[in-house]
């Protein structure tokens, strides 16, 4: 395959400069195999480092390396409650999975006595969870306890990173046709709602 191994990408760390920023993306990074060895590697060359991830693939042992080796932040994608998220992803029970696993992430922290990684969840925002924007800002705050909520807009071109759905093999990438993309219904909605929220995290 084209895919770099680990002492590839170990290479690619020693060479960076100094104050390089890391971002660990895919695809979906955690189904590397060597992504606590690469995670290790990278903190201890000293290089901020945040990881973008469905929250899927966050077992246990993946979870304490990344606590312990000082990650900086992860970021969780995450479109709203169970109903409509797990619907949008085509994929039941994503929603329940993924609170496990930030909680856990949590129970790590403190259990460590340490703050890294901070939480972010990274939401796209779709017509079907507006009216539950309020109420899901509140439970990211209160129950993720997630330090910062990024919320995204949904393309309405043909971009096919943007389609929400989860693909559980490679025929599904083959078969799955065009993206689901469309335009917002109700932006004066959403507007108002954003508002709110700007206003609701002044402090």
Known sequence: TSELNLDEWMKIVDKLPRFSFVGL?????????????LVRKIKKNLHPLTLNTN??????DKLLSFVENGMDNMSISVDGFAENFDKARGYEGLFERIKRNVKRLNQIKKDLRLQK???TIKTVLLDECVDE?????????????????NISFMKTSGHAQM???ILQDWKQVLDKGEP???????????????????KKSQN
Do not use: H, M, Q, W
């Open 25 to 37: 993306s895919g695809g979906e990074a955690t189904v590397f195999k060597g992504i606590k060895e």
């Open 55 to 60: 929250g899927i693939l966050l077992e246990e």
């Open 117 to 119: 990684p901070t939480l």
């Open 133 to 149: 924007l309020e109420d899901f800002y509140d439970y990211v705050c209160d129950e993720l306890l997630a330090e910062n909520l």
């Open 163 to 165: 389609d929400t759905r």
């Open 180 to 198: 689901v993309l469309y335009a917002y219904e109700n932006r004066e909605k959403i507007t108002k709602t954003l508002l709110k929220l700007f």
